[in-house]
């Protein structure tokens, strides 16, 4: 006689394969699923839980493929503020993406790597940590609401061996970020992250990469990267080289061919009108990374806005005090000049550029307006303005570009990255509970599933399912998990597939998905009628 904890009762299941679905129930024991399929006994039972999920689809948690919650996870109420997650179907976070991780936390670094975590996340941390290991351990203590599989960062391991330092780092350097590396590997991280769009990941060279990923190669694990380069850029480079979004696929396929680790190509997205052209030859180079054998795959999320810094804008040169070099009126005048070029060249707007987030409370009025809007407002010039802002608004202000693949319902680039077999899907988003919201928090994997699916028919439900579970899973190594299988972790999704879809816009972006039945993170039902449970502390910390 079966004995479950809770059952789901007939409802379609997927598989997260990408098989076809079977109708039938699962039954979960032990935070497990226990059985699959035609349970014939399922109307027997009392005592025991059920939900019935009749014309409901019946799918593994979403994956959340690339998350900075990494740095909301360690705050005690986190749960209500990562609530629109569970809510949107997401049972395990991947964090600790581009490069800036919240440990390890050397001397060298325990001031500046709180201090670049601040984009990530508003509230004060109570840094309880030095290591990989005691951070994660800190995670499991004080309880987790949704699965956490953590990266390490190249930004964190740099800075705690040369601090802000812009200069390359020398072999002994290099052998103690490896030797970092390595042992955030073994405490239990999966992998390690770049960002080499960020201060202090943009001052590495490949070698560097090279050397601080070589732990992979022994102890397992992926290599995430947000690459050089999502523009097309081509001044100074011969007519048939390939732009600088393009060849930057083979600096993260470079780690992969030195260590034969599988590699993420993080947010596979084209910044401003110009790159979107050159979408169809990066996706052909991507394609022939992996007819050569490269184990490659990409991320990407539904909307054509992503979030990011105030100070994604300035060059290398200005990173290491933006303030000083907006003040001092010779880099001004640079820095400006150099502006209005790159939006010339890279068709970008500052109508695109919203402000999300200020951190000084004097300005909470900017939040939701775009830099043109505010130089309207103030009858300035727009690049002016711009600089103006980074000089008050401060290094941590948060925006979101809507020129990512497109603009508006003008999404040809997007929707080529999220029909291709190998992108995985994320939210990639900054939720801290605070200023204005990137949609993607609420939407992502409802939009996927309702706009992308049921309404264009750009994939298959069966395939998109797979994509943000199996193969999501399959790409980290979370072996346990991703699947509708006897014995695997009970994260499950219930959904109506007829309803399900992003309420979002862009003018009212925190709007609760519809559709979302229930979700249950290792058997416990966390969210129910859509709505979360933000006390539930079900999630765990998924070590290699
Ligand atoms: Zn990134």
Same mark, same amino acid.
């Given at each position: ?375 309207? @407002?103030?009858? !300035?010039?727009? &690049?002016?303005?711009?600089? $103006?802002?980074? =000089?008050?608004? +401060?290094?941590?202000? #948060? ?26 899907? @994320?939210?990639? !988003?900054?939720? &801290?509970?605070?200023?204005? $919201?990137?949609? =993607?928090?609420? +939407?992502?994997?409802? #939009? ?40 695997? =972790? ?47 502390? =079900? ?6």
């Amino acid at each position: 006689m079966p004995d479950y904890d809770l059952v789901l009762r007939n409802g379609t299941i997927y598989d997260g394969n990408g098989s076809e679905p079977i109708d039938g129930s699962i039954g979960i024991r032990d935070g497990k699923i226990a059985a699959v399929g035609e349970l014939h006994d399922v109307d027997d039972f009392t005592g025991q839980e059920s939900i019935d999920c009749h014309g409901m689809a019946i799918a593994p948690g979403f994956i959340d493929m690339h998350s900075h919650s990494d740095w909301v996870l360690p705050q005690p109420d986190h749960g209500k503020t990562l609530a629109p997650l569970l809510e949107q179907g997401i049972t395990t976070l991947v964090a600790g993406n581009c490069g800036c991780t919240p440990a390890p936390l050397t001397q060298l670094n325990e001031r500046l790597v709180p201090r670049l975590g601040r984009l990530l996340h508003d509230e004060t941390l109570d840094y309880r940590w030095r290591d990989m290991g005691e951070f994660l351990s800190h995670l499991e203590c004080q309880g987790l609401a949704l699965n956490c599989a953590q990266l390490v960062g190249h930004g964190s391991l740099r800075a705690a061996v040369k601090g802000i330092d812009s200069s390359p780092a020398d072999e002994q350097e290099l052998a103690a970020m490896s030797d970092l590396a390595r042992q955030a590997l073994d405490q239990g991280a999966i992998g390690i992250s770049t960002g080499l769009g960020y201060a202090p990941g943009i001052f590495a060279d490949q070698r560097e990469l090279i050397a601080v990923t070589a732990p992979l190669a022994e102890r397992g694990g992926i290599y995430t990267s947000h690459a050089r380069s999502y523009v097309a850029l081509t001044t100074g480079r011969d007519d048939s080289a390939d732009p600088s979004n393009v060849s930057a696929l083979d600096e993260t396929a470079a780690v992969f061919r030195a260590h034969g680790v599988k590699v993420q190509h993080s947010h596979l997205i084209f910044v401003g009108d110009t790159t979107w052209p050159t979408t169809d030859r990066a996706l052909e180079h991507f394609e022939s990374l992996i007819d050569e054998g490269v184990d490659i795959a990409c991320d990407a999320f539904p909307y054509v806005g992503g979030n990011t810094t105030l100070i994604v804008f300035l060059p290398a040169w200005a990173l290491a005090n933006p303030r000083a070099a907006i003040q001092d009126p010779v880099k001004r005048d640079k820095l400006a000049t150099s502006l209005q070029r790159m939006q010339h060249l890279f068709g970008m707007r500052w109508e695109d550029t919203q402000i999300l987030w200020v951190p000084d409370s004097r300005y909470r009025s900017y939040e939701g307006q775009t830099i043109a809007d505010i130089a309207k @407002e103030r009858g !300035t010039d727009p &690049t002016q303005t711009y600089l $103006d802002l980074v =000089a008050e608004l +401060g290094s941590e202000t #948060r925006i979101i570009n809507w020129n990512y693949s497109g603009r508006d319902d003008e999404e040809t680039s997007l929707r080529k990255v999220l029909l291709h077999s190998h992108t995985c899907f @994320e939210t990639d !988003t900054i939720l &801290t509970g605070n200023g204005f $919201d990137n949609p =993607a928090s609420y +939407g992502t994997f409802p #939009r996927l599933l309702g706009r992308y699916v049921r309404e264009l028919g750009l994939l298959t439900l069966p395939e998109a399912i797979r994509r943000m579970t199996g193969y999501s899973a399959e790409r980290m190594q979370l072996h346990d998990r991703g699947r509708i299988a006897e014995g695997l =972790a009970a994260d499950v999704v219930v959904f109506d597939p007829e309803t399900i879809g992003d309420n979002t816009t862009r003018s009212a972006p925190n709007l609760a998905p519809s559709g979302i039945q229930s979700v249950i993170i290792n058997g416990t039902p966390v969210v129910r009628g859509g709505k979360a449970d933000p006390t539930l502390r =079900a999630g765990a910390v998924l070590r290699p």
